[in-house]
């Protein structure tokens, strides 16, 4: 068993700042991604940012230079520091992660329960 726990949502004003984590625990042999992706209401699951075992990066456009992922791998945790935020931003935001469970075996992804993000103008 894979849990992923999210915290860190909330309600903020545009301009503000939040910080998403998100720890993984349970059978982890090894984490390959981590990433956070949000869904606004009547929207689909979009990926925001995702960073992988080996640090390399990616992030959505909506949020290059406001948003930075980041990873601490003895922790098995994931965070989202998020700056600016806007409106548009308002959604619920889910964690996942690309994990292998045992020496050799597959790799599954596992998601979060999903944390509420508010961003009021």
């Known amino acids: 068993q894979v849990q992923l726990v999210e915290s860190g949502g909330g309600l903020v004003q545009a301009g503000g700042s939040l910080r998403l984590d998100c720890a993984a625990s349970?059978?982890?042999?090894?984490?390959?991604?981590m990433g956070w992706y949000h869904q606004a209401p009547g929207k689909q699951r979009e990926l925001v940012a995702r960073?992988?075992?080996?640090?390399?990066?990616n992030y959505a456009d909506s949020v290059k230079g406001r948003f930075t992922i980041s990873v601490d791998n003895a922790k098995n945790t994931v965070y989202l520091q998020m700056h600016n935020l806007q409106p548009d931003d308002t959604a619920v935001y889910y964690c996942?992660?690309?994990?292998?469970?045992?020496?050799?075996?597959?790799?599954?992804?596992?998601w979060g329960q999903g944390t509420q993000v508010t961003v009021s103008s």
């Open positions: 996942h992660a690309l994990i292998v469970t045992r020496r050799g075996g597959p790799t599954y992804g596992y």
């Open positions: 960073i992988t075992t080996g640090s390399s990066t």
């Open positions: 349970g059978s982890i042999f090894s984490i390959n991604a």
